[in-house]
């Protein structure tokens, strides 16, 4: 299980440290940082499909990522008022994004590339990453170093990889097999395995209202195109008398069918009082998101990591306290970080299960996790280059 998530340099998120507990409600008003929390964890797991460089680039690069505000914060300025000044970088400029399960750990720092005639002059680079063992990264715990493009592997002793690594190369995907020590194996299969549901599209040419070619699906798609054949891979893992609970509460008297027309999936939406079921272009916005996060929640191979982000979103409030269900017994099984600003979401699951809560706040510009104290944080450490 994620116990930790650092995150620094990232938009308003100037240095944060968030423990994790299974559950995780990320909360706050409008602008507190809740969806950069987000981003920067997408952001984190595209390490692992070595796409770190590329996701951040089209994230709008490190110019318009990186924390906008001063290298420390005054606390007088904090205090008293007193505008912010600029103050000299005694750092360099980077981005800092890792993460510790309570026995592994990886990081990485992106920075701005020195300066060389090429187009690509603006795009970030990885300038260290590391893996480690235990909660956070510490010489003697660490397993992997890269430095530039140098990377040193520990098995017993230290001992160099052959290959340099290019400057938008992670250590998650370029080792050789030979090479990958089983702690990268871990981190990689762990990083891609994480889920992120994000306001699935409803649209009228929404991937999830096309029918679509069926192939057995344990794990629903980002972007929900899949939701057929993941529904129908619910009720074939033995869990159709969960999905027709969770769809009952939500609609009372209404069932979920898939039908195949030679390979091609579409969903029936059986409702009271209709003559023929509903087909999935034919589904209410709010009703298809609904159907979405039930599949997603349901699924028969729970991921190690599922993130929500808002999916409170153009549902109503009804609806909210059977969400809350679905997401607390599904925790039972995955990790689960929900992103929301929706109460009742929130006020339902506090009272459902075992969900720790974290407030965010701005001030001055930066987000701060509300009530988190130096004992409430856990022990970190980033790299010097
Ligand atoms: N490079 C940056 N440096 C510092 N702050 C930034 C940077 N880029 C964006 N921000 C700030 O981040 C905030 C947006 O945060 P975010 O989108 O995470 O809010 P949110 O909590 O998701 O809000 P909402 O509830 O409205 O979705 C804005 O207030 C913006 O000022
Ligand atoms: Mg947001």
């Keep these: 299980m994620l116990q930790t998530l650092a995150i620094s340099g990232y938009r308003s998120i100037r240095d944060s440290v968030l423990p994790l507990h299974g559950l995780d409600v990320v909360t706050g008003s409008n602008g507190s940082g809740k969806s950069n929390l987000y981003r920067a964890l997408r952001l984190l797991a595209s390490a692992g499909e070595g796409d770190v460089v590329g996701s951040l680039a089209r994230d709008g690069g490190l110019s318009s990522t990186l924390w906008a505000g001063p290298e420390h914060v005054q606390h007088a300025a904090v205090d008293g008022g007193t505008p912010i000044r600029g103050t000299r970088r005694s750092g360099p400029v980077s981005l800092l994004l890792g993460f510790a399960t309570d026995t592994l750990g990886y990081l990485v720092d992106l920075g701005i590339p020195q300066p060389s005639c090429t187009l690509f002059g603006r795009d970030p680079e990885i300038k260290r990453e590391q893996i480690f063992a235990g909660t956070f990264a510490k010489p003697s715990s660490l397993l992997v170093d890269r430095q530039g493009p140098a990377v040193r592997v520990r098995d017993g002793s230290w001992r160099p990889v052959g290959r340099a690594l290019g400057v938008s190369e992670s250590i998650l995907t370029e080792f050789s097999d030979a090479d990958a020590t089983p702690e990268v194996l871990r981190i990689r299969s762990q990083v891609r395995g994480w889920r992120f549901y994000d306001q699935f599209r409803t649209d009228r040419d929404a991937p999830a209202r096309v029918p679509q070619v069926g192939t057995r699906t344990p794990v629903l798609g980002h972007d929900g195109s899949d939701l057929a054949a993941a529904v129908q891979t619910i009720i074939e893992s033995g869990g159709v008398d969960r999905?027709?609970?969770?769809?009952?509460?939500?609609?009372?008297?209404?069932?979920?069918?898939?039908?195949?027309?030679?390979?091609v999936f579409r969903l029936e939406f059986e409702q009271p009082g209709m003559l023929r079921p509903l087909s999935a272009g034919e589904l209410s916005d709010g009703t298809l998101r609904y159907l979405l996060l039930v599949a997603a929640l349901l699924t028969p191979r729970?991921?190690?990591?599922?993130?929500l982000n808002e999916p409170e979103t153009s549902l109503h409030g009804e609806l909210l306290p059977h969400l809350a269900r679905l997401i607390t017994a599904a925790s039972a099984d995955t990790q689960l970080i929900v992103v929301s600003h929706a109460?009742?979401?929130?006020d339902a699951m506090l009272e459902a299960g075992d969900v720790h809560e974290h407030r965010l706040v701005k001030?001055?510009?930066e987000t701060l996790v509300a009530d988190q104290g130096l004992l409430s944080t856990p022990p970190w450490a980033w790299p010097s280059r």
């Design 363 to 365: 001030q001055l510009g």
């Design 243 to 263: 999905l027709d609970a969770a769809v009952d509460e939500a609609f009372p008297g209404s069932r979920l069918r898939v039908r195949a027309d030679d390979a």
């Design 302 to 307: 729970p991921p190690e990591l599922m993130v």
């Design 343 to 346: 109460r009742p979401l929130i």
